[in-house]
């Protein structure tokens, strides 16, 4: 099997016209594939800290009185003017200025930085200076985390990149527009607004967390340069697969050579290449002895792809850690390196403990993490969207199983073709950066999507791309349970989707939304189409503290009594495979207003906001305590 795969979204670039109405039906920079394992580089730089950054309602720094594109934007950024003999001159009439702005730390939301940005999502333009001599034969390239919604960059005031999409990656390269005397300015506008053409959409139950929320980088790498890599087992495990994508003028007429541990395990000459990139697929043996990564054993190993010239010498070098496991399944089992395994899990939001803000520090990830694993968990699924790098780069080190997901959301404008790119460009970020982890197992194409001819082909093409990008892993969906009023003896599942998925996750508010506590335990589930069910979201709202009856809602008594139906319910489900309940801590929305109870907030999390434990967290680790993995088919 040539380990080849279909060279996805290699270079076609797109660039956005001038400073036009930026609105989504602008055509966004469609830059090369994604700059991987950014932070295990040589020539990485932080550009995280304190931004100056001026809040921009009406779109002042974009368009004049008409919507016109002015002439005037802030992107130029703000250079004082000075007079023959050193004096600063008055600068013309720019009603802006870096630098007398206040800061916003970066990587963070703005929402919880100043009180009148709580709810914006509106525009802010970020500056950020730095010095940093461009060097012949290298090449510069500017790497964002994250940034939510719709960000356009400019680099010493040119116009270089428009990214949309608040949860993924994306990088831009701004070598031929330093400055010579190493004195270089990014502008940065980011804009937050929810739209009918975006995804997701209007409607979403989290905060819509603007801003550069994602480290940025400067990645200063040589004229020919490995831009991704990535190596796993087949699902046979009999196989090494995976790609590495050379960007640069040489690419043919070089080779490249894959290590594990030192070891070469997979040599080939460089593609030629199309539009200055090649990609090559690997396909090799498995290297005897090369041990699993599992849950007991979150074992990883040294990978490192060189790529050299024709004498041998090494041109550039990409690195990772990478643990080696397969992940399948078999009927309505999931299998981890071939064994049956019950995901016992948590629903995770990237909402940072303990302040208003996506979770984007790195010590975000072990603080959430830490009370996933109180629990007694295995796995955890990582809602709604793609979550930061140190969240999976956690996972692996701890041993725990990830489910990766889409803010394909609610209600998604199907047939929009903005909406269309945005998914795909989305689930490109989603996979290629992160097909090095070991614990992510399942890519999630969307959550709570109502079944449609036009749904159904927007996730079976999303479907199809994440497979085409990545062979190795499994592909699921949250499905909807919305069962009819009255009396719910059984619920089948029915999703036409269902037949084009490896796993089925099924949200499920029996005794919340729903049906009562008392009839919950004795629903029995049927379905369509054999598949592992993951029992993908239940629960129940209660403020901790609050303390009453167990029929009473809010409390946390009654919190119990929904999770004690529910887990009475599942076990019984011959085809589960997985369980997440609704969620692990509080998480902030501006859809939950009841006052002194909700106040802004979602109230089914198993931990209060600051980790505050509810009675029901109890439950969930003597359920899982007792809930073993299945027996091997015999
Ligand atoms: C839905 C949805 C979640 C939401 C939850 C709730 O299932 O997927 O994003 O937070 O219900 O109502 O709490």
């Given at each position: 099997m040539n380990g080849g795969l279909p060279l996805v979204g290699l270079a076609r670039r797109l660039v956005g016209e001038q400073a036009r109405p930026v609105t989504s039906a602008d055509p966004v920079s469609r830059p090369a594939p994604l700059l991987t394992a950014v932070r295990r580089r040589p020539g990485v730089h932080s550009l995280d800290g304190e931004w100056p950054a001026l809040i921009d309602p009406y779109r002042t720094g974009e368009f004049d009185l008409f919507g016109n594109p002015n002439g005037r934007g802030w992107h130029r950024g703000h250079r004082p003017r000075l007079a023959a003999d050193g004096t600063v001159l008055p600068t013309d009439r720019t009603e802006y200025d870096?630098?007398?702005?206040?800061?916003?730390?970066?990587?963070?939301?703005?929402?919880?930085?100043?009180?009148?940005?709580?709810?914006?999502?509106?525009?802010?333009?970020?500056q950020r200076r730095f010095t940093h001599r461009p060097v012949d034969d290298r090449r510069t390239i500017i790497r964002f985390g994250s940034a939510n919604h719709d960000t356009r960059v400019w680099c010493n005031g040119v116009?270089?990149?428009?990214?949309?999409?608040?949860?993924?990656?994306?990088?831009?390269?701004?070598t031929d527009h330093l400055r010579s005397d190493g004195e270089q300015q990014l502008i940065v506008r980011v804009e937050a607004e929810r739209t009918p053409d975006r995804v997701p959409a209007t409607d979403t139950d989290w905060a819509n967390d603007g801003?550069?929320?994602?480290?940025?980088?400067?990645?200063?790498?040589?004229?020919?340069?490995?831009?991704?890599?990535?190596?796993?087992?087949?699902?046979?495990?009999?196989?090494?697969?995976?790609?590495?994508?050379?960007?640069?003028?040489?690419?043919?007429?070089?080779?490249?050579?894959?290590?594990?541990?030192?070891?070469?395990?997979?040599?080939?000459?460089?593609?030629?290449?199309?539009?200055?990139?090649?990609?090559?697929?690997?396909?090799?043996?498995?290297?005897?002895?090369?041990?699993?990564?599992?849950?007991?054993?979150?074992?990883?190993?040294?990978?490192?792809?060189?790529?050299?010239?024709?004498?041998?010498?090494?041109?550039?070098?990409?690195?990772?850690?990478?643990?080696?496991?397969?992940?399948?399944?078999?009927?309505?089992?999931?299998?981890?390196?071939?064994?049956?395994?019950?995901?016992?899990?948590?629903?995770?939001?990237?909402?940072?403990?303990?302040?208003?803000?996506?979770?984007?520090?790195?010590?975000d990830a072990a603080t959430l993490l830490d009370w996933a694993q109180s629990l007694g968990v295995n796995f955890v699924r990582l809602s709604h969207y793609q979550h930061p790098e140190a969240m999976l780069e956690a996972c692996d080190e701890r041993g725990l199983l990830a489910w990766c997901e889409l803010p394909v959301y609610w209600g998604i404008d199907w047939?929009?073709?903005?909406?269309?790119?945005?998914?795909?460009?989305?689930?490109?970020?989603?996979?290629?950066?992160?097909?090095?982890?070991?614990?992510?197992?399942?890519?999630?194409?969307?959550?709570?999507?109502?079944?449609?001819?036009?749904?159904?082909?927007?996730?079976?093409?999303?479907?199809?791309?994440?497979?085409a990008h990545d062979p190795t892993r499994l592909v699921s969906a949250a499905l909807f349970v919305l069962p009819g009023s009255g009396e719910h003896e059984t619920h089948h599942l029915d999703d036409p989707?269902?037949?084009?998925?490896?796993?089925?996750?099924?949200?499920?508010?029996?005794g919340w939304y729903y049906g009562?506590?008392?009839?919950?335990?004795?629903?029995?589930?049927?379905?369509?189409?054999?598949?592992?069910?993951?029992?993908?979201e239940y629960g129940a709202g209660a403020l901790a503290g609050n303390h009453g009856h167990d029929r009473a809602r809010w409390t946390e008594e009654?919190?119990?009594?929904?999770?004690?139906?529910?887990?009475?319910?599942?076990?019984?489900?011959?085809?589960i495979a997985g369980t997440t309940p609704w969620a692990l801590k509080d998480f902030r929305t501006p859809k939950r207003q009841l006052p002194g109870i909700q106040d802004g907030w979602n109230r089914k999390g198993v931990f209060g906001p600051n980790g505050e434990e509810k009675l029901v967290a109890e439950v969930v680790r003597r359920v899982y305590a007792d809930w073993p993995d299945p027996a091997p088919a015999d």
């Open positions: 870096f630098d007398a702005a206040p800061t916003l730390t970066v990587p963070g939301s703005w929402v919880g930085q100043r009180p009148e940005l709580s709810l914006y999502e509106g525009s802010v333009w970020y116009d270089v990149a428009h990214h949309i999409g608040g949860y993924g990656p994306f990088d831009v390269e701004v801003g550069l929320t994602g480290h940025v980088d400067l990645v200063d790498v040589p004229a020919t340069f490995l831009r991704t890599a990535w190596l796993q087992l087949d699902p046979s495990g009999d196989r090494l697969v995976g790609s590495v994508v050379v960007d640069g003028p040489e690419a043919s007429g070089t080779s490249l050579v894959c290590r594990i541990d030192g070891t070469d395990v997979w040599a080939a000459p460089v593609p030629s290449a199309e539009a200055g990139l090649a990609e090559a697929g690997i396909d090799a043996d498995v290297p005897d002895g090369l041990t699993r990564w599992s849950a007991d054993d979150p074992v990883r190993h040294d990978v490192s792809w060189h790529l050299l010239d024709d004498a041998g010498r090494e041109i550039d070098r990409l690195d990772d850690r990478v643990g080696f496991r397969t992940i399948t399944t078999s009927g309505t089992r999931i299998l981890l390196n071939g064994a049956p395994i019950m995901l016992r899990g948590i629903a995770i939001h990237a909402d940072a403990p303990h302040r208003d803000d996506r979770a984007c520090r790195d010590d047939t929009n073709p903005n909406a269309v790119d945005s998914a795909r460009s989305q689930l490109d970020e989603l996979v290629i950066r992160d097909r090095n982890r070991a614990s992510a197992i399942i890519w999630s194409v969307a959550n709570e999507t109502l079944p449609g001819p036009e749904r159904n082909e927007f996730l079976r093409d999303l479907v199809a791309r994440a497979r989707i269902a037949a084009d998925l490896d796993v089925v996750g099924a949200n499920n508010y029996f009562d506590v008392d009839t919950t335990p004795s629903i029995v589930w049927t379905q369509d189409v054999e598949r592992p069910l993951i029992m993908t009654f919190q119990v009594a929904v999770y004690e139906a529910q887990y009475e319910m599942q076990r019984a489900i011959p085809f």
